[in-house]
């Protein structure tokens, strides 16, 4: 598929066909893409959970249902044949930078210019949900509830250094494909040459 027919393409997609599940050599491939995402430093400080059974899917909204409220969370009711959650790990950054060749004291929060261990794991993100576009697939980045984390992470074994940014739902489509082009901000709104040319915030 064309780059530019893959960015008209991307949408978020909620509703899947559960019982057709994404071929292994495909999951294979949408893992190698996120890879290939820029990192700081080249850092590549991130990991990635890999949710492709049944019995994965259901621990998974087990364990990011909150108690109260949980229907306007969709990571507790997402129903998708594949799951990728990914992760930064601010940790390996912090000892990346205090490397020779930076040679730089950066375990004072406030002297990053922003949190690049999670810039760089949402780089990733978006070359997964692009790669699943070419494949034919539909995908839906998500949050996951901050209050279920640490059950999130009890019931995948995922080590206290590894955050998750959020999760990506992944598979067929079972929702009719629409063009959301004109629900987008006119790019005059968002974009600014040579000088912030707007008059609000």
Known sequence: MEF???LRRRRMVRRYDEDRRVPPDVVERLVRAALRAPSAGFTQGWGFLVLDSPE???RFRQAATPDEDPDRWFAANVRAPLIIV???NQSIYVARYEQPDKGLD???DP???APYWDIDAGFASLLILLTAVDEGLGACFFGIPPERIDAYRDAFGVPDAFR???AISIGYPAEPARDISADRKPVDEVVHRGRWNS???
Request: proline share 10%.
């Open 111 to 113: 002297s990053w210019s």
């Open 106 to 108: 950066k375990r004072a």
């Open 199 to 201: 008059g609000g915030a």
């Open 164 to 166: 998750p940014i959020g």
């Open 56 to 58: 994965d899917i259901v």
């Open 4 to 6: 530019r027919e893959v």
């Open 86 to 88: 990914p992760h930064s």
